[in-house]
Nanobody, 124 residues
């Protein structure tokens, strides 16, 4: 079992930045690839970014490429999502997720554990 606690969300103006964090406890953090997903009201949960177990490989949805950056610190059992140039359409609840595997993947069903979510609201 892995427990994930994500946070760092908040209210920010368009063009602003936020850094989300997700702290893991339980099993060995470095044994898991990690991902960030988001869900806006009335919409399906969608993939945002993922990072491989070692941190060497990352994956992003096209809409956030060049603005969002995922990273991890295996010594702190934490994964981060740095979000720059935020837009109103980025408003959503953001969830971190963990999967028992090496590679970063984009599909929701591939993840085994989920955080509780943190709200990000971007005002125009």
């Amino acid at each position: 079992q892995v427990q994930l606690v994500d946070g760092g969300g908040g209210l920010v103006q368009a063009g602003g930045s936020l850094t989300l964090s997700c702290a893991a406890s339980g099993r060995t953090f470095s044994g898991y690839a990690m991902g960030w997903f988001r869900q806006a009201p009335g919409k399906e949960r969608e993939f945002v970014a993922a990072i491989s177990r070692s941190g060497a490989s990352t994956l992003y949805v096209d809409s956030v490429k060049g603005r969002f950056f995922i990273s991890r610190d295996n010594t702190k059992n934490t994964v981060y999502l740095r979000m720059n140039g935020l837009r109103p359409e980025d408003t959503a609840v953001y969830y971190c997720a963990a999967r028992s595997g090496i590679f970063a993947i984009a599909y929701t069903q591939g993840y085994d554990y989920w955080g509780q979510g943190t709200q990000v609201t971007v005002s125009s």
